[in-house]
């Protein structure tokens, strides 16, 4: 487990903090989900459990463009459960969680894959020349760990991946449940709907949860 406990280790996670905070906090509109506040209230508004109609083309482009962002087909006229699936997707990716994931799958930011291929969170492509070869790749594999161009591409793609993929309905399940009971986002509870994320399954959970746990403090102070 990466934990810190040296003088090195809050040094490194307050490099990696420089890293992946300002993309959380730069306040984008369609950001890949980096912040809840779309103001959806502008185009339509719930009335007897439908909604209403866009108001003009400029609104109607507006949202084929965010769903096509957070990967919900739209036809036609937006129906009730393409709203519930648009808004578990269009929301915050809690900022504990995304940096502890960062040190976690990054050596704190001084991995082969950070340094050369601004690859932050681990992600794999499998097109060839898509990022760098892992050293002990197992034979007959051909998935590369992805490059990027800076870090605010990398930490783009994460919050796409948490906020599209089959993979972490969980997560977008467990987000949505905490929305509807008024809860505040707690990234430990949330961290559950990490499973699929390494091949460790609910040890790799449980290893994020308490990276959650021991660097709050100093999460708070970065």
Not at 30 to 59: E, H, I, K, M
Not at 92 to 104: D, K, R, Y
Not at 139 to 161: C, K, L, P, Q
Request: glycine share 8%; aromatic share 12%; proline share 2%.
């Amino acid at each position: 487990m990466l934990f810190f406990s040296t003088k090195k280790s809050r040094l490194t996670f307050a490099f990696v903090s420089t890293v992946v905070t300002p993309v959380f906090t730069s306040g984008q509109v369609n950001g890949r989900g980096s912040y809840r506040g779309v103001n959806f209230g502008r185009c339509f508004a719930p009335l007897g459990g439908q909604f209403w109609t866009l108001n003009n083309s400029s609104d109607q482009q507006w949202l084929q463009a965010l769903a096509a962002e957070y990967e919900v087909s739209l036809d036609g006229q937006l129906t009730p459960k393409q709203w519930q699936e648009l808004k578990s997707r269009v929301d915050v990716v809690p900022l504990e969680m995304a940096l502890v994931q960062t040190a976690n799958e990054s050596a704190w930011g001084t991995s082969r894959f950070a340094l050369k291929g601004n690859n932050y969170f681990g992600q794999w492509c499998y097109e060839k020349g898509c990022g760098i070869v892992p050293e002990q790749r197992t034979a007959g594999a051909t998935h590369e760990v992805r490059s990027f161009s800076d870090a605010r591409e990398s930490v783009d793609a994460y919050i796409n991946n948490i906020n599209t993929t089959r993979a972490y309905a969980e997560f977008r399940n467990l987000r949505q449940q905490s929305r509807n009971k008024g809860h505040a986002l707690n990234a430990e509870k949330l961290a559950l709907g990490l499973k699929s994320y390494s091949e460790r399954g609910m040890d790799y959970v449980k290893t994020i949860q308490a990276m959650i746990r021991s660097n709050r403090e100093l999460i708070a102070s970065s």
